[in-house]
C-alpha cells in the first residue's frame, strides 16, 4: 500500500468518464501489443528459451502472480478502533463475501502456479479465500505479526507443503546504524510441485506514509541476502519473491536488489506501460515486483511479466493496485 490515504487519481477519473465497470468485474487488460525486446537473450542469459515460450503447453513451465489485495478485513473489529476514519474496518458478512469471491475468481482466472498476497488482515481473511481456491492452491499460509488489525503477507501455491520460514524476528540496519526489522513477515514457502522444490517469498515493506526510507532500504538489503542463501541451499529450486516493495525502479530499495548479480527483477524487460502496478497522482508507478534468483535449473521467460488489471480501471479485482504476474521455466 502506497499511502493509508489517496490522492484521487486522474488516471482513473478518465477511465470513469470512458465508462468504468463495477468493481467486482475483472476481466483482464494486458498490453500484448508492446513488442518484446530483441536482446533479452544476451542481458538476462535466457539463450535456451524462445520469446514465443506457452506456459500452457509445457509441464516445465510456471507462472507466478502477487497482488495486493487492499486492506481485505473480515467481520470482527480486533482493534477495538474500527470507526471512520480509523485503520482497521468491518466488513458485514455480505460484503466480506463478495470481496472474497471476487477476489477469488480473478486469481483463479490467471491460472498461476505461486501467488503472493499483501493486506490479509488475518487467518479468517485467508481462509474465506482458500475455502474458495482449495481445488486450485492446497497451500495456504500466512504470514501474521500478531498485531490487532495488521494487514499481513500469505502465499497460496499448487503442489505440496515442504517448509516455512519466516524472517520477522531478524534484525535490520538502517545506513545510519540504526536497528530495525522487517514491517510484516518476510514469508518464505517451500512447495514441491512439478516434480521440483519451489520457494516464494511474499514481501510488503515500509509504506512512505509517515516514511523511513532507511527501513525499507534495509529491507530490501535483507530480503536479498536471505533470498540468495535460499537459492545457495538449494541450487535445484526455483526461488522467487514478489510482493508490494513500495519503491520504484531506481530507488535505494529496489537499486539494492537490482544491483546484485544474482538476482532478477524480471519485469525489466518490459515498458513501464505493460508492469505498472499503481497509479499516484495519475502516475502510473512500479511498486509491486517479482524477482528470481538465478539458477542453471530455471529461468525467467522473456518477456512475460505484466500487469493485470480490471477492465476500465487501474487495479485489479477490486485492488487499487494492478496483479504482477510472470512466467518461468524449469530445466
Known sequence: MRAQWLVPSLFGLLLGLLGCRPESSFSVVSDAAVSRPTDLADSFDLASLDASYDLRSSPNGLRALTLNTHLFFDTVCDSGRCGSGDFEQVETPQDFAARADTLARAIRSLS????????????????ALSSRLGD????????????????DVAILGKGTLLEVRTHRARVLYRPDGSSTYFSRELLEVHLSHKGRRIVMFAAHFRSKVSDDPGRRLAEAQAAAEIMKKTAAEFPDALVLLGGDL?????????????????????AK???LSSVATYSWNGNPEAIDHLFWARSARSSYVAGSASAQRDAGRFGFAGSDHAALLADFALH
Open 246 to 266: 513500495n519503491d520504484t525502479p531506481g530507488s535505494a530499495p529496489i537499486s539494492a536488489m537490482e544491483s546484485d548479480p544474482a538476482l532478477v527483477r524480471v
Open 269 to 271: 524487460d518490459r515498458p
Open 136 to 151: 486450485l492452491y492446497p497451500v495456504a499460509v500466512l504470514g501474521e505479526t500478531g498485531a490487532a488489525g495488521s494487514i
Open 112 to 127: 498461476s502456479d505461486v501467488v503472493a498476497l499483501q493486506e490479509i488482515e488475518n487467518q479468517s481473511a485467508l481462509r
